[in-house]
């Protein structure tokens, strides 16, 4: 892979790393009495480690020109990997921490492996591990084949695809060592802020020189997601992360805003991660994966346009629905309400529309377990947003709120949505992408779909039951007009939902487990049967073939 | 029309670019700008003070840990809640909450008003073993707060830090920020007599620990814990002139 790089490249790539662990040193020595100098540490590491997997091919020959009339998919490869790697991972913390609310000594005596720690790196974990990666890849393969053109050079992929697991690494090591700014979803502390933004406006750029170079005058709706997903990502994440350092050798800072604006700004933010990160972006592959495995166009382009700026539009007011009857001023809160109540018409356009486009092709759907985790995210898409639309809703949320209600909510459209409809994705991705025309095994796509699917109904009956009932007896007055119930009630009726829960989950992490190793499985056929190396390239399909070839392509 | 003009739209990359921008834009700054400059979104307090420096680390070491994720520190303005956790939380309250802890998921109970509801025993005791005065707690154990010293040579920049961010803290508090912190968990020490006239003589100033000689994280966590919805009376008395 790296041998695919030109010299130039090659020599880019090595100042690239160098340039990292150098700022690893600076780092360490800064911090050498605060935990920043640990993280130096590891940032160093990285960058020797890429320096010296790019040096030990540095000397190989210089890849064929004929690449140029190729598209570029090793980053797509990698991105896989690592996707299901960090799935593994943050669905393992996931199950320990739930395991945890049941079992409560169920770890060691020691700070990093108590709940509070090891909570974040599931949840990091799980999005921005599993599904940041799982994005990163697609979006690289749907933009060059919607787009009919090569990635614009080969550095810059690689560039965010690593330093965006760098942050990841970062976040992850930091919550185990107490690094944490406590922003929910924007844990991870100012330098890997500052990090993270390098990162992400490269990617931007990357997106917007491909898009320039495309060879089809329209740009295909998914990439309208994609896009969407990078630019307002980027937005909110700069203006939720403003803060000021104690010091530039400590890892600790402290946000520019408090209290009200600080919630206001924090669940701006919040909701919009789950909006652009974890809907917007899935909609992008769904918009892709699904009608191709299908083998049907889009049901609907007015549909499209609908729910794409629908859902641009709307979800960015909906964010206070998680400050109701809070401090925050009621004609927020009521703003808020509205949008997302109106936000189920966009919601549910997208969700109508990939399961219109299955109109024709239910037989596959049937038989086909790939076809069949993508109807099934479109279906929880649905129905986590109208549930959520739901319990925007004032009275709703006076007896969800702080329950376990919105945690089976959020993993309705966790594990049901994005968890799906990345599976369903990797698995009609995975094939073409090793050039073998199928899975590893077509029977263990079967058993990874049961397992999910019954994990994720497990886990949302277990949270619905336990959520309803906390909201239920938290209010509950007796007849001499007292509250009925102590929290510690609360939290012992719990206990039956939280073993169910952990069990749910277990199920779907299996299930994580049984994917990476079909996928890997499917690499290893792939390697040797050579088919790799010998099998038909995929290219861009010229529209006139005396089409001249830009530059770099 | 419509179709034609997107029909277009889509066929201009910076232009998509740009329409998401301003589309997306709308509604965060509609919500947010204005919490910024309506006067009547934050009351007033004038008796509202700041942490002291122990009681910073301790809300930092509260942050580390993530006790965030399972208690809240926001009592909506419903009946079962004011009647369960005392007067609904004012904006005032976290005014100087940088980044604010409301909190999203209750595990355990809201602790907006828990300052001086038990005693720093019973902290000490129930964050060293939860299960050993709550028998059916889930509560992580927290034993090593107990065992590390808290670190207090870099409080000074945490304070100026804060102060970069708007919270009122003066030069002689930054100037004394470490030896405070020693002094508030150590009440005979010479360094325990500036801490009323910087932070006002409702200051709690104990051993929070049970050990006066020794300043550890248990003493910071204890201390954040006790000043917990005490740093203003306003939510008392609103209630008060309520009832009246």
Known sequence: ?553 | MREFFHRKLERNAIGFVLAIILVSGIGGFVEIAPLFTIHETVEEAPDMRVYTPLELAGRNIYIREGCYACHSQMIRTLRDEVERYGPYSLAVESKYDHPMLWGSKRTGPDIARLGGKYSDAWHVAHLINPRDVVPQSVMPKYGWLMRNELKTSDLGKHLAAQRAVGVPYTDAMIANASADAYGQASPDSPYAGGLGERYGEATNVRAFDGEPGRLTEMDAVVAYLQILGRLTDAAHRQTAAAGK
């Not at chain 1, 480690?49 to 000397?59: D, E, Q, R």
């Not at chain 1, 004929?66 to 490869?77: N, V």
């Not at chain 1, 990666?133 to 810059?156: C, G, K």
């Not at chain 1, 403003?242 to 909701?271: E, I, N, R």
């Open chain 1, 1 to 553: 892979m790296i041998a695919a790089l030109t010299v130039a490249e090659r020599q880019n790539a090595i100042a690239l790393s160098m340039l990292v662990a150098l700022c690893g040193l600076v780092m360490m020595i800064a911090g050498n009495d605060d935990l920043l100098g640990v993280h130096g540490v590891i940032v160093l590491l990285f960058g020797l480690g890429c320096f010296g997997m790019v040096l030990s091919k540095y000397f190989e020959p210089e890849p064929p020109a004929e690449r140029l009339t190729q598209y570029y998919d090793d980053p797509t490869k990698v991105g896989i990997v690592l996707s299901l790697v960090w799935a593994v991972v943050g669905m393992f913390f996931g199950v320990w921490v739930a395991a945890l609310l049941a079992w409560p000594d169920l770890t060691f005596d020691a700070g990093w492996a108590s709940f509070g720690r090891i909570r974040p790196v599931h949840t990091s974990g799980v999005i921005f591990g599993f599904g940041g990666n799982a994005l990163i890849a697609t979006s690289y393969h749907v933009l060059q084949r919607t787009s009919r053109a090569r990635l614009p050079d080969q550095l810059t992929p690689w560039f965010v695809l690593i330093g965006y697991n760098l942050f990841c690494v970062i976040a992850a090591s930091g919550y185990l060592l107490g690094v944490t700014q406590s922003k929910e979803y924007a844990e991870p502390e100012w330098y890997a802020d500052f990090w993270l933004c390098v990162v992400w406006v490269t990617y931007f750029l990357l997106y917007l020189r491909t898009l320039q170079r495309r060879k089809e005058p329209h740009i295909y709706v998914a990439n309208w997601y994609y896009m969407a997903f990078i630019l307002v990502v980027a937005v909110l994440h700069i203006v939720n992360n403003l803060a000021v350092p104690v010091s530039f050798g400590s890892a600790k800072s402290y946000s520019l805003f408090s209290g009200v604006q600080d919630a206001m700004t924090q669940w701006w933010y919040g909701h919009n991660a789950v909006a652009f990160f974890l809907t917007s972006g899935f909609l992008g592959m769904m918009y892709y994966y699904l009608p191709k495995r299908a083998g049907r166009p889009i049901f609907s382009y007015r549909l499209s346009i609908i729910s794409f700026w629908g859902i641009t539009f709307m979800y960015m007011w909906a964010g206070s629905h998680h400050l109701h009857y809070t401090a925050l001023p009621q004609w927020v809160q009521t703003l808020g309400m509205t949008f997302s109540v109106v936000l189920l018409v966009p919601s549910w356009a997208s969700a109508g529309n990939a399961l219109a486009t299955l109109n024709g092709a239910w037989d596959k759907v049937r038989d086909d377990a790939t076809l069949r985790f993508m109807m099934v995210a479109a279906v929880f898409y649905g129905l986590s947003t109208f549930e959520g639309s739901f319990m925007a809703i004032r009275a709703v949320n006076s007896l969800s709120h702080y329950t376990d209600w919105t945690v089976g909510h959020v993993h309705a459209g966790a594990l049901g949505w994005v968890a799906m409809i990345t599976f369903g994705s990797l698995y009609a991705l995975v094939p073409w992408m090793w050039k073998v025309e199928r899975m590893y095994s077509p029977k263990l796509i079967e058993v990874h779909f049961w397992l999910a699917l019954s994990g994720t109904i497990i886990y949302v009956f277990a949270m619905w039951n336990s959520g309803i009932i906390q909201g239920l007896m938290w209010r509950t007055y007796n007849d001499s007009g007292t509250l009925a119930f102590s929290f510690i009630d609360s939290l012992v009726a719990m206990r039956p939902y939280y073993i169910a829960r952990t069990a749910g989950g277990a199920f779907f992490l299996l299930g994580a487990i049984v994917a990476f190793y079909n996928v890997w499985m499917t690499i290893r056929m792939a390697k040797l049967r050579g088919v790799a190396e010998a099998g038909g390239v995929d290219e861009p399909v010229l529209q006139s073939s005396g089409a001249a070839l830009q530059a770099g392509e």
